[in-house]
């Protein structure tokens, strides 16, 4: 079943007339005619009864609600994907990680805000794992998050660099280890960790250094907003290692002290995630340029060793 044979089916059943159908339709008599036979010889049944007078069979009333009801869907859902196509969608959702949506994303957002102001911005703070499952499940746009091959694999994931950054220690200001210029992974494992939960890739990069150098991991919390890592460090005798996109705010707080490891240096690389078929339209592609030329991350420093 075609849907210009339910338009030359409509037609004749509206105008009476296979003439006045064609008409209607733009198109010759004879078009309408085979669209119409087509159609019956689809449903093995007459539809009309040819007379002076086109009139509807009884398959032909049973067909008409439904014929209708299946042409005005088709016409709907055709305006709505040649909307989508044309940048006209109600809104644009994106996933990224905590510190991106704090320090990178605020004038990505500002630009793509006032390009597209009937474009209504949905922004969540999400762990790289959540993050990318949500993208997979249809119900983000774009993902901002720690790259992870091993879940962008697909073939039809679209991954963009963006910037590779060091991690570093973040201390209470008056923590034993504050006097230290950097922190060796020995000296780092004497100490209570805090870290983040389970589906942010943090928490697996941080554990698996201890791991290949044979130290002693040590969480002991479990938080999942960077504002409840300040508080709680600020408390007492914890740690916790963290982007330094993470720590832009730590470095001007007294009660807090910034620090970096000894070699080797342990960096996170963070990438943009979409899907090619999302990539073609205009909203969507516009914000993954603005990411691209305006996402700089904060007070980055060069890195030595990459496990990202």
Known sequence: ???????????????????????QCAVTQSTVSRQVQALEAELDAPLFHRGAQAK??????????KA??????????????????AGKQPELCVAAI???CATVLPPVLQQFCSEYPQVQLRVTALGSDRSLKVLRD????????????????????????LFTETIEVLMAGNHDLARQPAI??????RYPQIIFKDGYGMARLVQQQFQDRGEVFNPAMELNTLDAFRGVIRQGNFIALLPQSALADCHDDPTLAVRPTEAPVLTR???????????????????HDLVQSLATPIRLRPAAVSYS
Do not use: C, H
């Not at 509807?56 to 609600?65: D, F």
């Not at 060796?184 to 494992?189: D, G, T, V, Y």
């Open 1 to 23: 079943m075609r849907i210009e044979q339910l338009q030359a089916f409509l037609s004749v059943a509206e105008t009476g007339s296979f003439q006045a159908a064609a008409q």
């Open 56 to 65: 509807l069979t009884v398959a032909g009333e049973r067909l008409l609600p």
């Open 68 to 85: 209708r009801r299946i042409y005005q869907d088709w016409m709907q859902v055709s305006k709505d994907i040649a909307d989508l196509m």
């Open 98 to 100: 905590q510190s991106v």
């Open 138 to 161: 249809g119900l983000v746009d774009l993902a901002i998050v720690m790259d992870n091959p091993r879940l962008t694999t697909q073939p039809e994931m679209v991954v963009t660099p």
């Open 184 to 189: 060796s992974w020995e000296m780092l494992a």
């Open 269 to 287: 690389s963070v990438v943009l995630v979409t899907t090619r078929d999302r990539l073609v339209i205009p909203p969507i592609q516009r914000f």
